[in-house]
């Protein structure tokens, strides 16, 4: 047994996925067998985009340099003056001798060619943008930093349906914060009150299955729950619950976290045919891990006019501390719809929230409602993503678009991160000899192990049951934890069943994960022991 008592472990069940797993960290540290820490908990990458980086570096050095034609004192420069910014900015950059900025002439090109941009309007936004001494201005997104994004978002899942020159574009920071706005723009304006119902696809990143059931909210959850004997797909069964227009909302993370699973063709057919029923239906669709399947096809494209989209750079790149998101939303969009359908007493109320940000605040956009909120309202004139951020999501961007013409498939840095993940997943699945899903809507971002079904699988039905009964849903993880030094996150947290722990595909070195596949094993085999003791002694 584990160091701790089964009071212990049900109030630790008590506690938030994560928060469990922070607890295990502390005892993998100085596990028993004294083997190095595993921490398979996170899903944070191991791995970094290097070239958007550097050059992100070298804007900031050409920025610096060029300021001082204003104001020259010592460490203090001033603005620098826009006009021919472009001639000197390629001036100053030596792509013979570094890729960067050979790239950087190439993505300023790019913008003009195909983007039909200004180049010095581009570069001025950027240099001006990465040394950041003025408020973002326009406030929800920079003028070319929106053509740019939305051009990536269109290469990398929208698959032929053309939709970036119909979504407005609010950047965050990263996903998380898209996340806590729309909640509480949703909330502020009516659009979700408190019982309302509100689907959600389960398994499910915890944070939408805590942030709903807040005080501040209190919504009823709707489950539309997927298994692992299914591959993980979701049945479209299960998407008819949408049709019912009491069901206001749908928060759906595609490709799922934990499952790892795209909604495919027959599950996004089901979601539109939802709509139809529910037409007033409004989808909040996190894909944060839509580049690591190919031919990724976002709900947003199915059903832009329902559907807020959520985006982040973090998990393709490796920039979880730049916080790089965002939102986007239809120029036609049910948000907006809902709101002119709200009664005459909301609207009076809304319109005098809003009303010391615009003058026709009946008229205000719901996206221009979330800027506007994310910053208390009273902070408006200060609002949006910092420069730096919206110039690094705008790097990232580029990179993807100089390597592909459309599709997002023959990207070699999408390619590598898709391979190293499938290579993990490889890795840890032999080592337990747990069955494999190599379809390619599998992202192999993280993995669900079965832990019972191991166990049966391994040593038979009756050793299952004996496990899945006499032990708390934890005392695996803390055992894997204490003895073995391995971190796992428990699955029940993003409501999988008991038994169904969560490994991340993203965050150790390669050779770790057999490794982790062999102290599962090893674990399941110390119970096992114990089993086989207390049966000889009946
Ligand atoms: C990691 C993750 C996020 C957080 O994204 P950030 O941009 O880093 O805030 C959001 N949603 C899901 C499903 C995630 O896995």
């Given at each position: 047994?584990?160091?701790?008592?089964?009071?212990?472990?049900?109030?630790?069940?008590?506690?938030?996925?994560?928060?469990?797993?922070?607890?295990?960290?502390?005892?993998?540290?100085?596990?028993?067998?004294?083997?190095?820490?595993?921490?398979?908990?996170?899903?944070?990458?191991?791995?970094?985009?290097?070239?958007?980086?550097?050059?992100?570096?070298?804007?900031?050095?050409?920025?610096?340099?060029?300021?001082?034609?204003?104001?020259?004192?010592?460490?203090?420069?001033?603005?620098?003056?826009?006009?021919?910014?472009?001639?000197?900015?390629?001036?100053?950059?030596?792509?013979?001798?570094?890729?960067?900025?050979?790239?950087?002439?190439?993505?300023?090109?790019y913008c003009h060619?195909t983007l039909k941009l200004d180049?010095?309007d581009v570069?001025?936004e950027?240099?001006?943008?990465?040394?950041?001494?003025?408020?973002?201005?326009?406030?929800?997104c920079l003028k070319n930093t929106q053509v740019i994004i939305n051009h990536y978002l269109q290469?990398?899942?929208?698959?032929?349906?053309?939709?970036e020159n119909e979504t407005q574009l609010?950047?965050?920071?990263?996903?998380?914060?898209?996340?806590?706005?729309?909640?509480?723009?949703?909330?502020?304006?009516?659009?979700?009150?408190?019982?309302?119902?509100?689907?959600?696809?389960?398994?499910?990143?915890?944070?939408?299955?805590?942030?709903?059931?807040?005080?501040?909210?209190?919504?009823?959850?709707?489950?539309?729950?997927?298994?692992?004997?299914?591959?993980?797909?979701?049945?479209?069964?299960?998407?008819?619950?949408?049709?019912?227009?009491?069901?206001?909302?749908?928060?759906?993370?595609?490709?799922?976290?934990?499952?790892?699973?795209?909604?495919?063709?027959?599950?996004?057919?089901?979601?539109?045919?939802?709509?139809?029923?529910?037409?007033?239906?409004?989808?909040?669709?996190?894909?944060?891990?839509?580049?690591?399947?190919?031919?990724?096809?976002?709900?947003?494209?199915?059903?832009?006019?329902?559907?807020?989209?959520?985006?982040?750079?973090?998990?393709?790149?490796?920039?979880?501390?730049?916080?790089?998101?965002?939102?986007?939303?239809?120029?036609?969009?049910?948000?907006?719809?809902?709101?002119?359908?709200?009664?005459?007493?909301?609207?009076?109320?809304?319109?005098?929230?809003?009303?010391?940000?615009?003058?026709?605040?009946?008229?205000?956009?719901?996206?221009?409602?979330?800027?506007?909120?994310?910053?208390?309202?009273?902070?408006?004139?200060?609002?949006?993503?910092?420069?730096?951020?919206q110039?690094?999501e705008s790097?990232?961007s580029l990179?993807?678009m100089?390597?592909?013409?459309?599709?997002?498939?023959?990207?070699?840095?999408?390619?590598?991160?898709?391979?190293?993940?499938?290579?993990?997943?490889?890795?840890?699945?032999?080592?337990?000899?747990?069955?494999?899903?190599?379809?390619?809507?599998?992202?192999?971002?993280?993995?669900?192990?079965?832990?019972?079904?191991?166990?049966?699988?391994?040593?038979?039905?009756?050793?299952?049951?004996?496990?899945?009964?006499?032990?708390?849903?934890?005392?695996?993880?803390?055992?894997?934890?204490?003895?073995?030094?391995?971190?796992?996150?428990?699955?029940?947290?993003?409501?999988?069943?008991?038994?169904?722990?969560?490994?991340?595909?993203?965050?150790?070195?390669?050779?770790?994960?057999?490794?982790?596949?062999?102290?599962?094993?090893?674990?399941?085999?110390?119970?096992?022991?114990?089993?086989?003791?207390?049966?000889?002694?009946?």
């Amino acid at each position: 047994m584990n160091n701790f008592s089964n009071q212990d472990e049900k109030e630790l069940e008590k506690l938030g996925a994560f928060e469990i797993s922070r607890k295990m960290l502390a005892l993998a540290q100085k596990n028993e067998q004294s083997n190095i820490f595993l921490n398979a908990g996170r899903g944070n990458p191991n791995w970094i985009q290097t070239i958007s980086r550097l050059a992100f570096a070298r804007l900031v050095q050409f920025g610096v340099y060029d300021s001082k034609q204003t104001i020259d004192n010592g460490i203090m420069a001033g603005y620098m003056p826009t006009e021919g910014i472009r001639e000197r900015l390629f001036a100053f950059l030596d792509p013979d001798k570094n890729e960067e900025d050979q790239f950087l002439v190439d993505a300023v090109n790019y913008c003009h060619d195909t983007l039909k941009l200004d180049r010095d309007d581009v570069v001025a936004e950027w240099v001006n943008g990465v040394i950041g001494n003025d408020y973002p201005v326009p406030d929800r997104c920079l003028k070319n930093t929106q053509v740019i994004i939305n051009h990536y978002l269109q290469g990398l899942s929208y698959e032929g349906v053309d939709l970036e020159n119909e979504t407005q574009l609010f950047p965050t920071e990263g996903a998380t914060a898209a996340i806590v706005y729309a909640f509480h723009s949703l909330s502020e304006n009516h659009l979700l009150n408190k019982g309302d119902k509100i689907a959600i696809n389960t398994p499910i990143f915890t944070p939408y299955l805590r942030i709903p059931e807040l005080n501040d909210y209190d919504l009823v959850e709707v489950d539309l729950h997927s298994y692992e004997k299914n591959n993980w797909e979701i049945n479209p069964k299960e998407i008819e619950k949408l049709a019912d227009p009491s069901v206001k909302a749908f928060i759906v993370v595609n490709p799922t976290n934990p499952t790892s699973k795209e909604f495919d063709e027959t599950a996004l057919t089901a979601i539109k045919q939802a709509t139809t029923k529910n037409p007033d239906l409004m989808i909040i669709s996190d894909e944060v891990y839509g580049a690591f399947v190919p031919h990724f096809k976002s709900i947003y494209s199915v059903v832009p006019y329902n559907t807020m989209l959520v985006y982040s750079y973090s998990k393709l790149y490796g920039c979880t501390g730049w916080r790089l998101g965002v939102i986007g939303l239809n120029d036609e969009n049910v948000f907006d719809h809902n709101i002119s359908k709200l009664d005459a007493a909301d609207k009076a109320e809304l319109n005098k929230r809003y009303g010391s940000n615009v003058l026709d605040p009946a008229k205000m956009k719901f996206i221009d409602r979330l800027v506007a909120d994310s910053r208390s309202i009273g902070l408006y004139h200060t609002a949006g993503l910092s420069t730096p951020q919206q110039i690094m999501e705008s790097l990232f961007s580029l990179r993807h678009m100089l390597t592909t013409t459309n599709g997002g498939t023959s990207d070699p840095y999408i390619e590598i991160a898709r391979k190293l993940v499938d290579k993990r997943y490889q890795d840890l699945h032999k080592a337990m000899g747990a069955p494999e899903d190599n379809t390619d809507t599998n992202t192999h971002y993280y993995s669900l192990i079965d832990v019972y079904r191991l166990a049966e699988k391994t040593y038979g039905k009756e050793f299952r049951d004996y496990l899945a009964d006499d032990f708390q849903q934890v005392d695996f993880l803390l055992r894997l934890a204490e003895k073995n030094g391995v971190v796992l996150v428990d699955g029940v947290g993003f409501g999988a069943k008991p038994g169904e722990l969560r490994v991340s595909q993203a965050n150790l070195p390669t050779n770790d994960y057999a490794v982790i596949g062999k102290q599962v094993l090893d674990v399941l085999k110390d119970y096992y022991k114990e089993f086989e003791d207390k049966n000889s002694k009946k």
